[in-house]
């Protein structure tokens, strides 16, 4: 694969690549030969990052993206299409329930998420594949089909509407970002289909614990973060490394067979905390 890509540079697209899996994908990227493509909302980082790359042999390109903002996202598809369309992408853009309101959560972390992964589709070339990071959350909130119902639709025109009645469901931060990242989850599944009949794979990837700047600030205002890390099997914190990796073998031709499904990336933890419940469970 490395050296496929250095005789035939693969372009990759690493969005929110200045954060700390996106910088982490976008390193191992480049020691893996491919071309980057990074995105993120502030230029001066992402210069910081390209000059990163080239220190390390390889090329970049940097795009300013706020994927609420579609004036953004289009210049960045533009772009991509002027360039001959791209062979992966690593979409890591997300807020956490620390960093913003319910409404900002569900807009960044899903509906502009899933609008933007719709507008760069085009520029995916067939036999690639995109990887969308969500989070173990989601697998972590109770099951709610209404409220899953609506965030299974973001893109719905009415999509606001029809979530506005249901929205004191959603208010508490931790709460919208898990719904969210389960919609996401769910998005990539139902929509595998439509990019598998462009010859396009689709899948998920859910992080654990893992350690960077967000995941701290998440660990820190955790009343039970020791708790919820003692249910880590491998008994560590993951690594933004640890996500790299796998996001990196998902987008290459070593995942051919991988659509349409998610990844958890997460030292065991949700396995151990499904068989905690099941245990403190009235039987
Ligand atoms: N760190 C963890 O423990 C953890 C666990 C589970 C899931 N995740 C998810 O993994 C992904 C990456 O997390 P991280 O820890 O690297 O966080 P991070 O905060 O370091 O990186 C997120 C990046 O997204 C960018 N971003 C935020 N809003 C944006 C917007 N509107 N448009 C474009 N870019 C925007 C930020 O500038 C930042 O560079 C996120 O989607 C997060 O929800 C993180």
New binding site residues.
Partial sequence: MTSDNRQHPRRLLV????????RACTLAAVEQGYQVVL????APKLEQLAADCVQQGGSAQCHT????QPDTVAALAAALGAGGGIDGIIH?????PQMGGWERIIE??LV?TTAFLEAVRPHLKPGCCAVA?????AYMCPPNPELEGVLSRPLAPDFAARLKPLQAQLEHPGLAYSYA?RALKQYVAEQAMAWGKEGKRFVSL?????D????RL?NNAMENFDAMRSLVALGRL?E?EDIASTALFLVSPLAAYISGCDILVDGGFVGSFSAMQRQSSPS
């Fill in positions: 969005t929110g690549a200045t954060g700390g899996m996106g995105a993120d909302l502030s993206l706020d994927v609420t890591t853009v997300g807020i956490s960044v972390d502009g990071i969500t989070s173990m959350s990242k859910s992080p654990g614990l893992i960077t700047e967000m995941g998440e993951g933004p």
